[in-house]
Protein backbone atom coordinates (compact mmCIF):
# COMPACT_ATOMS: atom_id res chain seq x y z
CA UNK A 1 0.00 0.00 0.00
CA UNK A 2 1.38 2.99 -0.93
CA UNK A 3 1.93 5.81 1.88
CA UNK A 4 -0.68 8.17 0.29
CA UNK A 5 -3.29 5.58 1.23
CA UNK A 6 -1.63 4.59 4.36
CA UNK A 7 -2.53 7.93 5.51
CA UNK A 8 -6.00 8.26 3.58
CA UNK A 9 -6.99 5.21 5.77
CA UNK A 10 -5.91 6.48 9.15
CA UNK A 11 -7.91 9.67 8.04
CA UNK A 12 -11.17 7.63 7.07
CA UNK A 13 -11.24 5.79 10.29
CA UNK A 14 -11.00 8.79 12.58
CA UNK A 15 -13.74 9.96 10.80
CA UNK A 16 -15.68 7.19 11.36
CA UNK A 17 -14.49 5.84 14.54
CA UNK A 18 -14.42 9.98 16.45
CA UNK A 19 -16.48 11.90 14.00
CA UNK A 20 -13.27 14.14 13.57
CA UNK A 21 -14.07 17.19 12.04
CA UNK A 22 -12.85 18.14 8.51
CA UNK A 23 -11.09 20.86 10.06
CA UNK A 24 -9.15 17.95 12.30
CA UNK A 25 -8.57 15.86 9.19
CA UNK A 26 -6.91 18.37 7.35
CA UNK A 27 -4.67 19.16 9.99
CA UNK A 28 -3.91 15.33 10.76
CA UNK A 29 -3.20 15.17 6.27
CA UNK A 30 -0.66 18.43 6.77
CA UNK A 31 1.19 17.03 9.59
CA UNK A 32 1.21 13.31 8.53
CA UNK A 33 2.08 14.62 4.48
CA UNK A 34 5.29 16.75 5.62
CA UNK A 35 6.88 13.77 7.72
CA UNK A 36 5.94 11.73 4.87
CA UNK A 37 8.09 13.95 2.38
CA UNK A 38 10.55 14.70 4.87
CA UNK A 39 10.85 10.90 5.12
CA UNK A 40 10.90 10.38 1.30
CA UNK A 41 14.02 12.44 1.14
CA UNK A 42 15.85 9.85 3.37
CA UNK A 43 14.53 6.87 1.45
CA UNK A 44 12.56 5.88 4.34
CA UNK A 45 8.75 4.53 4.25
CA UNK A 46 6.16 4.90 6.80
CA UNK A 47 5.95 1.71 7.04
CA UNK A 48 9.51 0.85 7.67
CA UNK A 49 10.64 4.61 10.05
CA UNK A 50 11.97 4.25 13.35
CA UNK A 51 11.66 5.75 16.20
CA UNK A 52 15.58 7.50 15.58
CA UNK A 53 13.66 8.71 11.91
CA UNK A 54 10.83 10.48 14.23
CA UNK A 55 13.29 11.88 16.64
CA UNK A 56 15.31 13.11 13.41
CA UNK A 57 11.84 14.91 12.03
CA UNK A 58 11.41 16.51 15.21
CA UNK A 59 14.83 17.44 15.14
CA UNK A 60 14.65 19.39 11.63
CA UNK A 61 11.31 20.98 12.50
CA UNK A 62 13.09 22.88 15.70
CA UNK A 63 15.61 23.78 13.12
CA UNK A 64 12.97 25.24 10.80
CA UNK A 65 11.84 27.64 13.76
CA UNK A 66 8.36 25.67 14.31
CA UNK A 67 7.20 26.44 17.47
CA UNK A 68 6.86 24.13 20.55
CA UNK A 69 2.58 23.73 20.12
CA UNK A 70 3.40 23.06 16.60
CA UNK A 71 5.97 20.65 17.02
CA UNK A 72 3.99 18.98 19.79
CA UNK A 73 1.01 18.01 17.63
CA UNK A 74 3.02 16.79 15.06
CA UNK A 75 4.24 14.20 17.02
CA UNK A 76 0.68 13.76 18.32
CA UNK A 77 -0.18 12.91 14.66
CA UNK A 78 2.72 10.65 14.27
CA UNK A 79 1.36 9.00 17.48
CA UNK A 80 -1.65 8.40 16.28
CA UNK A 81 -1.23 7.43 12.73
CA UNK A 82 1.28 5.09 14.53
CA UNK A 83 -0.97 3.53 16.58
CA UNK A 84 -3.69 3.00 13.82
CA UNK A 85 -0.69 1.22 11.75
CA UNK A 86 -0.30 -1.27 14.65
CA UNK A 87 -3.77 -1.79 15.06
CA UNK A 88 -4.27 -2.46 11.25
CA UNK A 89 -1.71 -5.02 10.86
CA UNK A 90 0.12 -1.99 8.78
CA UNK A 91 2.90 -2.58 10.89
CA UNK A 92 4.33 -4.54 13.63
CA UNK A 93 5.84 -1.89 15.83
CA UNK A 94 4.68 1.50 16.63
CA UNK A 95 7.92 3.23 17.09
CA UNK A 96 6.64 6.41 18.19
CA UNK A 97 6.39 4.78 21.84
CA UNK A 98 8.16 6.64 24.54
CA UNK A 99 8.79 9.22 22.36
CA UNK A 100 9.43 12.56 24.67
CA UNK A 101 7.86 15.42 23.14
CA UNK A 102 8.72 19.38 23.44
CA UNK A 103 5.92 19.74 25.39
CA UNK A 104 3.86 23.40 25.07
CA UNK A 105 4.14 26.86 26.85
CA UNK A 106 1.50 27.34 28.49
CA UNK A 107 0.75 30.61 26.71
CA UNK A 108 -2.26 32.88 28.40
CA UNK A 109 -5.16 32.89 26.50
CA UNK A 110 -6.30 36.60 25.42
CA UNK A 111 -9.59 37.85 26.50
CA UNK A 112 -11.67 40.90 26.23
CA UNK A 113 -12.99 43.00 29.44
CA UNK A 114 -17.14 43.31 29.90
CA UNK A 115 -17.05 47.32 28.61
CA UNK A 116 -15.39 45.68 25.19
CA UNK A 117 -17.80 42.97 25.34
CA UNK A 118 -20.58 45.34 25.61
CA UNK A 119 -19.50 48.13 23.30
CA UNK A 120 -19.50 45.09 20.48
CA UNK A 121 -22.83 44.31 20.96
CA UNK A 122 -23.61 47.55 21.31
CA UNK A 123 -22.38 47.77 17.87
CA UNK A 124 -24.23 44.81 17.01
CA UNK A 125 -27.52 46.83 17.22
CA UNK A 126 -26.89 49.52 15.57
CA UNK A 127 -25.05 48.25 12.74
CA UNK A 128 -26.24 49.20 9.15
CA UNK A 129 -26.87 45.85 7.95
CA UNK A 130 -27.47 42.42 9.60
CA UNK A 131 -27.80 43.69 13.26
CA UNK A 132 -30.60 41.07 14.30
CA UNK A 133 -28.24 38.26 13.18
CA UNK A 134 -25.13 39.92 14.16
CA UNK A 135 -26.49 41.01 18.01
CA UNK A 136 -27.88 37.25 18.15
CA UNK A 137 -24.45 35.69 17.53
CA UNK A 138 -23.06 37.76 19.65
CA UNK A 139 -25.58 37.49 22.46
CA UNK A 140 -25.51 33.82 22.47
CA UNK A 141 -21.91 33.10 21.89
CA UNK A 142 -20.80 35.43 25.03
CA UNK A 143 -23.45 33.92 26.79
CA UNK A 144 -22.72 30.52 26.34
CA UNK A 145 -19.11 30.12 25.70
CA UNK A 146 -19.25 27.92 22.31
CA UNK A 147 -16.88 26.96 19.74
CA UNK A 148 -18.23 29.23 16.86
CA UNK A 149 -18.07 26.42 14.85
CA UNK A 150 -20.79 24.83 16.74
CA UNK A 151 -22.95 28.16 17.14
CA UNK A 152 -23.19 28.75 13.00
CA UNK A 153 -23.84 25.44 12.88
CA UNK A 154 -27.00 24.88 15.11
CA UNK A 155 -30.17 23.91 13.51
CA UNK A 156 -32.80 26.56 13.88
CA UNK A 157 -35.10 23.65 15.86
CA UNK A 158 -32.81 24.53 18.69
CA UNK A 159 -34.01 27.46 18.90
CA UNK A 160 -37.84 26.50 18.64
CA UNK A 161 -40.25 27.17 21.99
CA UNK A 162 -37.78 30.26 23.46
CA UNK A 163 -35.70 27.24 25.24
CA UNK A 164 -33.90 28.08 28.44
CA UNK A 165 -31.20 26.07 27.06
CA UNK A 166 -29.37 25.07 23.76
CA UNK A 167 -28.14 21.06 23.41
CA UNK A 168 -24.46 21.95 21.36
CA UNK A 169 -23.19 18.81 19.80
CA UNK A 170 -19.04 19.41 20.49
CA UNK A 171 -16.19 18.11 19.10
CA UNK A 172 -16.02 13.97 18.76
CA UNK A 173 -20.08 14.02 18.53
CA UNK A 174 -20.40 14.66 21.83
CA UNK A 175 -23.37 16.62 22.96
CA UNK A 176 -23.67 18.95 26.34
CA UNK A 177 -26.59 21.38 27.39
CA UNK A 178 -25.46 25.09 27.95
CA UNK A 179 -27.86 27.81 28.96
CA UNK A 180 -28.83 31.01 27.91
CA UNK A 181 -29.19 34.19 29.33
CA UNK A 182 -32.12 36.38 29.08
CA UNK A 183 -30.64 38.73 26.80
CA UNK A 184 -29.63 36.03 24.48
CA UNK A 185 -32.86 33.90 24.29
CA UNK A 186 -34.46 37.76 23.47
CA UNK A 187 -31.79 38.11 20.59
CA UNK A 188 -32.50 34.35 19.79
CA UNK A 189 -36.14 35.05 19.56
CA UNK A 190 -35.79 38.35 17.66
CA UNK A 191 -33.41 36.62 15.14
CA UNK A 192 -35.68 33.61 14.58
CA UNK A 193 -38.67 35.70 13.89
CA UNK A 194 -36.46 37.86 11.22
CA UNK A 195 -35.32 34.58 10.08
CA UNK A 196 -38.57 32.76 9.84
CA UNK A 197 -39.99 36.09 7.90
CA UNK A 198 -37.27 35.72 4.97
CA UNK A 199 -38.10 32.22 4.35
CA UNK A 200 -41.59 32.85 3.82
CA UNK A 201 -41.36 35.37 1.67
CA UNK A 202 -38.71 33.39 -0.59
CA UNK A 203 -42.62 31.43 -1.33
CA UNK A 204 -41.09 28.04 -1.07
CA UNK A 205 -38.16 28.60 -3.57
CA UNK A 206 -36.25 25.62 -2.49
CA UNK A 207 -36.08 23.53 0.46
CA UNK A 208 -35.98 25.33 3.90
CA UNK A 209 -32.59 25.82 5.69
CA UNK A 210 -32.80 23.56 8.57
CA UNK A 211 -29.96 25.69 10.14
CA UNK A 212 -30.66 28.37 12.60
CA UNK A 213 -27.63 31.17 10.31
CA UNK A 214 -28.37 30.15 7.07
CA UNK A 215 -26.12 31.06 4.32
CA UNK A 216 -26.50 30.15 0.46
CA UNK A 217 -23.27 28.75 0.55
CA UNK A 218 -21.85 25.00 0.01
CA UNK A 219 -22.01 24.77 4.19
CA UNK A 220 -25.80 25.44 4.31
CA UNK A 221 -25.14 27.82 7.13
CA UNK A 222 -22.99 30.82 7.92
CA UNK A 223 -19.12 30.07 8.03
CA UNK A 224 -16.42 30.56 10.37
CA UNK A 225 -15.06 32.98 8.20
CA UNK A 226 -17.90 34.81 7.58
CA UNK A 227 -18.42 35.41 11.72
CA UNK A 228 -14.63 36.43 11.42
CA UNK A 229 -15.80 39.20 9.01
CA UNK A 230 -18.18 40.13 10.92
CA UNK A 231 -16.38 40.27 13.99
CA UNK A 232 -13.68 42.81 12.76
CA UNK A 233 -16.50 44.90 11.16
CA UNK A 234 -18.22 45.20 14.57
CA UNK A 235 -14.63 45.50 16.35
CA UNK A 236 -13.88 49.13 14.15
CA UNK A 237 -17.42 50.54 14.79
CA UNK A 238 -17.14 49.54 18.41
CA UNK A 239 -13.30 51.24 18.61
CA UNK A 240 -11.62 48.39 19.23
CA UNK A 241 -8.68 47.37 17.62
CA UNK A 242 -9.99 44.28 15.34
CA UNK A 243 -6.63 42.10 16.01
CA UNK A 244 -7.63 42.23 19.57
CA UNK A 245 -11.21 40.62 18.54
CA UNK A 246 -11.10 37.08 17.70
CA UNK A 247 -13.87 34.33 18.24
CA UNK A 248 -11.61 32.80 21.05
CA UNK A 249 -11.35 35.59 22.76
CA UNK A 250 -15.17 35.87 23.44
CA UNK A 251 -14.77 32.51 24.51
CA UNK A 252 -12.29 32.80 26.71
CA UNK A 253 -14.26 36.16 27.96
CA UNK A 254 -17.02 34.32 29.00
CA UNK A 255 -14.81 31.77 30.93
CA UNK A 256 -12.94 34.20 32.26
CA UNK A 257 -15.92 36.61 33.28
CA UNK A 258 -17.50 33.50 34.86
CA UNK A 259 -15.27 32.61 37.09
CA UNK A 260 -14.56 36.16 38.49
CA UNK A 261 -18.11 35.79 39.27
CA UNK A 262 -17.86 32.83 41.43
CA UNK A 263 -18.36 30.25 38.94
CA UNK A 264 -17.07 26.99 39.72
CA UNK A 265 -13.90 25.36 37.30
CA UNK A 266 -15.99 22.26 37.20
CA UNK A 267 -19.40 24.22 35.73
CA UNK A 268 -17.36 25.89 32.99
CA UNK A 269 -15.62 22.63 31.78
CA UNK A 270 -18.92 21.24 31.49
CA UNK A 271 -20.46 24.42 29.31
CA UNK A 272 -16.70 24.69 27.56
CA UNK A 273 -16.91 21.17 26.55
CA UNK A 274 -13.33 20.44 28.08
CA UNK A 275 -12.68 16.88 28.13
CA UNK A 276 -10.03 17.79 30.96
CA UNK A 277 -10.42 20.06 33.96
CA UNK A 278 -6.96 20.48 33.72
CA UNK A 279 -7.65 22.28 30.45
CA UNK A 280 -10.49 24.83 32.23
CA UNK A 281 -7.43 25.86 34.57
CA UNK A 282 -5.75 28.01 32.77
CA UNK A 283 -8.59 30.58 33.12
CA UNK A 284 -7.43 30.42 37.05
CA UNK A 285 -4.19 31.96 35.54
CA UNK A 286 -6.09 34.67 33.63
CA UNK A 287 -7.38 35.54 36.78
CA UNK A 288 -4.31 35.44 39.28
CA UNK A 289 -2.71 37.86 36.26
CA UNK A 290 -5.23 40.48 36.37
CA UNK A 291 -5.70 40.48 40.10
CA UNK A 292 -1.62 40.79 40.25
CA UNK A 293 -1.85 43.62 37.51
CA UNK A 294 -5.03 45.47 39.69
CA UNK A 295 -2.56 45.34 43.04
CA UNK A 296 0.22 46.91 41.38
CA UNK A 297 -1.83 49.67 39.59
CA UNK A 298 -4.46 50.58 42.06
CA UNK A 299 -3.09 49.75 45.53
CA UNK A 300 -2.27 53.00 46.95
CA UNK A 301 1.05 51.29 48.39
CA UNK A 302 2.45 50.19 45.18
CA UNK A 303 2.25 53.77 43.50
CA UNK A 304 5.41 55.66 43.35
CA UNK A 305 4.41 58.32 45.55
CA UNK A 306 2.78 56.29 47.68
CA UNK A 307 2.38 56.85 51.84
CA UNK A 308 2.32 54.08 53.91
CA UNK A 309 0.77 56.54 56.99
Known sequence: MSEGRWIEAFLDTIAAERDAALNTRMAYRRDLEDFAVWLAGRRVHLGTATRSDIDGYLSSCEADGLSKATRARRLSSIRQFFRFALDEGLRTDNPSLRLAGPGRSRKLPGTLDVPEIEALIAAARTAPRDRTRS?????????????VSELV???????RGDPRVLLV?????????VPLSVTAREALAHWLSERDGAEAARGGAGPASRFLFPSRG????????????????L???AGIPPERVTPHRLRHAFATHLLAGGADLRSIQVMLGHADVATTEIYTHVLDEKLKELVLTRHPLAQPDGDAS
Open 135 to 147: TCLLEVLYATGMR
Open 153 to 159: SLPVGAA
Open 169 to 177: KGKGGKERI
Open 218 to 233: SAGHLTRQGFFGMLKE
Open 235 to 237: ALR
